[in-house]
């Protein structure tokens, strides 16, 4: 069955506060990390859409966002995952309470036994061969089993708003699904990480490789990356202590 957040544990907590860094002579911000709450769904998935299919290297390469039902399919998907409220939202912080959104994570849970997606039902061309990608990725190697666990949280997208980029919030968004994890009780983290940023902020992070896909293979599937400046997906875990 896929995952439902506990009932015992409300939306609206807070995971992380952390403050950030002096820029251009202004006094460094303090931040918080929270859950995301229904209210700002849709302006994050605008952001999404809007910043992170424009920036993500497959993406560009694939086209997505020349692909209007590619887009379309992606952003039901984002809807689901958002909908088990359990992605993460970072404002800036004034007495305490939420200010200006700065960024988000979509983080999901996966369960072992989810109901495999029906490949041929998938629409959008652009948005199939990305899809097939990630999977070749994952299905190098068993989380579940590599880990002993029945579920692992994963991760569909972090953005942080341009102006708000320096300030480590995206290693503070990773680093939050800690605490978010030990109170959901779930043991191991997994994501494919497509781009050099973001596999190198995983590594700091203390996540490990567990397999690496080079973009050159997925030709065999007649899925040409030829141009994408990162060579290789990474499927990156962490087992929580």
């Given at each position: ?115 495999e997606e029906d490949f041929d039902q998938v629409q959008g061309e652009?948005?199939?061969?990305l899809l097939r990608t990630l999977i070749t990725a994952e299905e ?44 959901l009780g779930i043991k191991a983290a997994a994501t494919v990480f ?48």
């Amino acid at each position: 069955m896929p995952f439902v957040r506990p009932a015992s544990l409300p939306i609206g907590q807070v995971w992380s506060r952390f403050k950030g860094r002096e820029r251009n002579g202004k006094p460094a911000l303090m931040y918080q990390i929270r859950d995301m709450d229904e209210s700002i769904r849709k302006i994050c998935l605008d952001m999404m859409e809007e910043t992170f299919l424009r920036d993500e290297p497959l993406c560009d390469i694939l086209g997505i966002n020349k692909d209007p039902v590619s887009i379309a399919t992606i952003r039901a998907n984002w809807e689901a995952y958002v909908s088990m409220n359990t992605s993460l939202a970072c404002y800036t912080e004034e007495d305490g309470q939420p200010k200006d959104l700065v960024g988000f994570n979509i983080v999901f849970v996966k369960s072992k036994d989810d109901e495999e997606e029906d490949f041929d039902q998938v629409q959008g061309e652009s948005w199939k061969k990305l899809l097939r990608t990630l999977i070749t990725a994952e299905e190098l190697l068993d989380v579940f089993q590599h880990y002993n666990v029945d579920k692992y949280m994963t991760s569909s997208g972090l953005t942080v708003l341009p102006e708000y980029r320096g300030q480590n919030i995206g290693a503070k968004f990773i680093e939050a699904r800690t605490p978010l994890c030990a109170a959901l009780g779930i043991k191991a983290a997994a994501t494919v990480f497509t781009a050099s940023a973001s596999q190198v902020l995983a590594a700091k992070c203390g996540y490990e490789v567990l397999a690496e896909l080079d973009y050159a293979d997925m030709k065999k599937q007649g899925i040409d990356l030829t141009g994408c400046p990162t060579p290789t997906a990474k499927l990156m875990g962490f087992k929580f202590k």
